[in-house]
């Protein structure tokens, strides 16, 4: 098969589009009343620590929001090798994001609510790369179960949805101004 035929097939991602994950890349660490450990409540405590954990991951999340933002550009030009090295980015940065949230929830405290959306977050970011793992499955010539990129797209928001919920119920932690609209990945299709 072509390359001109198999481009269609993979040209899903349109370009454009932004990926919200601004509430985690500018995270704040714990305010200065958290920081009396004799005063402070398991959310709290759990909160700051979360909040530190978020902002090690801000160049993975940068990473992952350049990378998901380059795919629909790499499609316009046809690029294959760059839409796939870009998938790639997003996976190991989703990954990586996952696995740090997850980390964050773990360490805190057994009954924290603050656990309870850390623990969402990093469901949720293992949800993002599950859709990126099906999409690079197409790209590479695989068979397409559903709408890969109705599946990223939906993926993005949820993972952008349990990242705000985290901000909200850590907001002494996090910045208020680090809730913006949610804007997305938009899609193009191509029968070339």
């Known amino acids: 098969m072509s390359y001109r035929r198999d ?4 040209r899903l991602i349109g370009s454009g589009g932004t990926v919200l994950l601004a509430v985690l890349l500018t995270a ?10 004799s005063t402070t409540s398991a959310d709290s405590a759990d909160c700051a620590s979360g909040a530190a954990v978020t902002s090690n991951l801000q160049p993975a999340i940068r990473q992952l929001t350049d990378s998901l933002n ?3 550009p790499a499609s316009e030009r046809n690029d294959r090798e760059a839409v796939l090295a870009q998938i790639d ?3 190991r940065s989703a990954d990586q994001i996952s696995a740090g949230l997850g980390a964050a929830a773990g360490a805190m405290t057994a009954t924290s609510l603050i656990r309870t ?3 969402n977050a990093s469901a949720s970011g293992a949800g993002l790369r599950d859709s990126l793992d099906q ?4 790209v590479v ?5 559903g709408d890969p990129s109705a599946q990223l797209q939906n993926s993005v928001a949820s993972f952008n949805a349990s990242v705000e919920r985290l901000s909200l119920a850590c907001s002494a932690n ?4 680090t809730v913006e609209p949610t804007t997305t990945v938009a899609p193009t299709r191509t029968t070339r």
């Open 89 to 91: 980015g997003a996976r």
């Open 70 to 72: 380059a795919v629909g």
């Open 174 to 177: 996090f910045s208020g101004s």
């Open 117 to 119: 959306e850390f623990q």
């Open 135 to 138: 999409l690079r499955a197409v």
């Open 7 to 10: 481009h269609a097939k993979w």
């Open 141 to 145: 010539g695989g068979p397409a179960q």
């Open 28 to 37: 704040c660490g714990g305010n200065d009343a958290g920081s009396q450990a």
